[in-house]
């Protein structure tokens, strides 16, 4: 297993560039045509115009959002990273939580895209 901070892999960068920029579209081109989206406790998402709808409706939900990657381990056709996203809500609220996502890759795509956090916060009351 191999530990490398995100600068040495660029193709991370340009992914979590794309979901920063809410770009569903763009997203959806890192994924395979039956890629397997999870996002914390919701349902599976399959297929990758299902996950570009589903991440398109998600991005509707939030005014913005910004991604911080500290680190990436590739073991095989696994990657997993970790960090903090910080989200702008409607209301004009600011919250960050910590993130880990694991992808498993095929044909340098992925193929089954898990995002592990709890989005509760986000959605919460502003006060």
């Known amino acids: 297993m191999t530990s490398q901070p995100v600068a040495a892999n660029s193709w991370i960068t340009d992914l979590f560039a794309s979901i920063d920029r809410r ?4 997203f959806s081109g890192f994924l395979t045509e039956d890629a397997r989206f999870s996002f914390g406790n919701q349902p599976p998402v399959e297929g990758r115009a299902a996950v570009r ?11 913005g959002l910004e991604h911080r990657v500290e680190r990436v381990w590739e073991y095989g056709e696994s ?3 970790h960090g903090e996203v910080s989200y702008q809500r409607l209301d004009g609220g600011r919250v960050t939580l910590p993130f880990a996502d694991i992808f498993y890759m095929q044909d340098n795509l992925i193929s089954d895209y898990r995002i592990y ?11």
């Open 117 to 127: 956090m709890d989005v509760t916060p986000l959605f919460a009351d502003a006060g």
């Open 23 to 26: 770009d569903a579209e763009g």
């Open 79 to 81: 990657v997993v990273c």
């Open 53 to 63: 709808d589903a991440v398109g409706a998600f991005f509707d939900s939030i005014a």
